[in-house]
């Protein structure tokens, strides 16, 4: 009985210690883009959330600005002015990174962001992925969730 509970309290011991060395690299991962991407979205934030491609047009990477090229995109980016102006937003969290590759930009460095933000018709939470050069940052891909989108009225 003595060995069941040792090697038990063994394990839960090497478990609690994976968790902490996890949390601890992930918030040093986190803590390296503090000075620079998170200002860099909170920039950039009111310039996506214009609804104006024009605005947004220069913050986009050289592959997301091929996608906004098509008419169709560039009219559902802003058929997003349903949820109206920006009123305000939380401090982006830090979601994950990974290294890349882009035929326009070399090696680079992809980061995803997650910002709690309010609009004039409700919360919204913004998924961004940014990529980065090492010279500047540049929004590659965002998804916007929101109640607002949400069928309110049902199937009949």
Do not use: C
């Amino acid at each position: 009985m003595h060995l069941i509970l040792r090697r038990s309290l063994i394990f839960i011991v090497l478990l609690v210690a994976g968790l902490v060395l996890y949390a601890t690299w992930f918030d040093i991962k986190a803590d390296r883009y503090d000075e620079t991407a998170v200002p860099y979205l909170r920039a950039a934030l009111p310039d996506l959330t214009s609804w104006r491609y024009e605005q947004l047009r220069p913050l986009l990477s050289p592959s997301a600005r091929l996608v906004f090229e098509n008419e169709k995109v560039q009219t559902a980016y802003r058929g997003f002015d349903r949820i109206g102006g920006l009123i305000s937003m939380e401090k982006p969290q830090y979601l994950a990174d990974s290294s890349g590759n882009s035929k326009e930009l070399g090696d680079v460095e992809i980061i995803d962001y997650q910002v709690e933000v309010q609009f004039d018709s409700g919360p919204a939470t913004i998924k961004i992925k940014l990529v980065t050069d090492g010279k500047s940052y540049y929004i590659d891909h965002f998804g916007i969730h929101s109640e607002i989108f949400s069928d309110q009225q049902g199937v009949d």
